[in-house]
């Protein structure tokens, strides 16, 4: 009998609770605010993991996309459903003003919601392998991928002086640091920057569930609002 073999089998945690313990662990790192890593790259990786990531992969997995054969596709599905959710979770959250924390745990519950499912019957397709034909599509997404990164890292000082920026940077802002505090008792837009259109407001802010997203990275990882969206 092998005994470390046998040991290992029993310490091992079943398969079906590895996934609720990953979503258990996102809301522990959450709650914690990032703990002795708060304000780092590292939490702020960490916060984007738990919180766009790991749930996208499993309501990918539940809609039975999780087991693509192509690598790509299976990020592209798992962005895909991680931006949907996230975004108009956020959105209703923005639109309804409840705090980025009680946000948080509404959308750690659905992970862990999403953790218990089991994976969707898988689409047909072909198996994945790498071949020396398709090298040159690899190398163009890297290309993409690099030029977006530059392009981003531009746009700190490029951009540092336009108006819009410092708008969603007011309204993260104001959301991290004052949760459930409204301006003027009006639905949140911004900290009166965004009273715009001659003091009528521009109200696709009230339903703004990409910032609301961020703001909640913020929030969790420590890491500034002004960082995240430059």
């Known amino acids: 009998m092998n005994l470390p073999a046998a040991l290992n089998n029993r310490l091992s945690p079943p398969p079906r609770w590895r996934y609720p313990a990953l979503a258990l662990l996102a809301l522990a790192f959450t709650l914690l605010r990032a703990g002795p890593l708060n304000g780092s790259?590292?939490?702020?990786?960490?916060?984007?993991?738990?919180?766009?990531?790991?749930?996208?992969?499993?309501?990918?997995?539940?809609?039975?996309?999780?087991a693509e054969p192509h690598p790509i596709l299976r990020l592209a599905?798992?962005?895909?459903?991680?931006?949907?959710?996230?975004?108009?979770?956020?959105?209703?959250?923005?639109?309804?003003?409840?705090p980025v924390p009680v946000y948080l745990l509404a959308l750690h519950g659905l992970t862990f919601g999403l953790a218990l499912l089991p994976a969707g019957a898988p689409a047909p397709s072909t198996p994945w392998r790498f071949t020396r034909q398709a090298l040159p599509l690899y190398l163009a997404v890297i290309a993409a991928g690099a030029a977006t990164v530059y392009t981003s890292a531009?746009?700190?000082?490029?951009?540092?002086?336009?108006?819009?920026?410092?708008?969603?940077?007011?309204?993260?802002?104001?959301?991290?640091?004052?949760?459930?505090?409204?301006?003027?008792?009006?639905?949140?837009?911004?900290?009166?920057?965004?009273?715009l259109l001659g003091g009528r407001g521009d109200t696709r802010f009230d339903t703004d569930g990409w910032t609301y997203t961020l703001a909640a990275w913020a929030w969790a990882s420590g890491a500034p609002p002004a960082a995240i969206i430059w």
């Not at 790259?41 to 999780?66: D, S």
């Not at 002086?161 to 008792?185: C, K, Q, T, Y």
């Open 41 to 66: 790259a590292a939490a702020l990786l960490l916060a984007v993991l738990g919180q766009l990531y790991l749930p996208g992969w499993l309501l990918a997995r539940a809609l039975g996309r999780g």
């Open 77 to 98: 599905w798992t962005l895909a459903a991680g931006l949907g959710l996230t975004i108009v979770l956020g959105g209703a959250c923005r639109l309804l003003n409840i």
């Open 154 to 195: 531009q746009t700190w000082g490029r951009l540092y002086g336009f108006e819009d920026p410092p708008i969603f940077i007011s309204m993260a802002n104001w959301l991290v640091h004052r949760p459930g505090e409204l301006p003027l008792d009006l639905p949140l837009r911004s900290t009166q920057v965004g009273v």
